[in-house]
């Protein structure tokens, strides 16, 4: 066999969060995919209490992201990690492939 199954215990679960830039300079958190269409998208990703930034298109500026959106993203995240475990307990994850 090419491929062979293995559980995988993970010491961190990353924690997305995108944020999109909408017309007069205004940053949503968790934007549908036509907000982030109109400008500037922001992921951020936290990852054992780092974040890692990906950045798409427009113009923000890293100043804003670490001075704006890190401090936003990071009061945030009680509220994304309830809604992660409860996808996770009602067995989502398992259809996206990560049972």
């Known amino acids: 066999a090419l491929a062979e199954a293995r559980r995988v ?3 961190s679960r990353p924690l997305p969060v995108t944020f ?3 017309p007069g300079d205004v940053w949503v958190l968790d934007p549908t995919a036509g907000e982030e269409g109109l400008g500037a998208s922001v992921s951020l990703c936290l990852v054992a209490g780092r974040w890692l930034v990906y950045h798409q298109g427009g113009g923000a500026d890293a100043d804003r992201f670490t001075s704006e959106l890190m401090p936003a993203a990071r009061c945030c995240v009680p509220e ?20």
């Open 9 to 11: 215990a993970l010491k």
């Open 20 to 22: 999109a830039r909408l």
């Open 80 to 99: 994304l990690t309830k809604l992660l475990e409860g996808v996770c307990a009602s067995g989502i994850d398992s259809a996206l492939g990560d049972d």
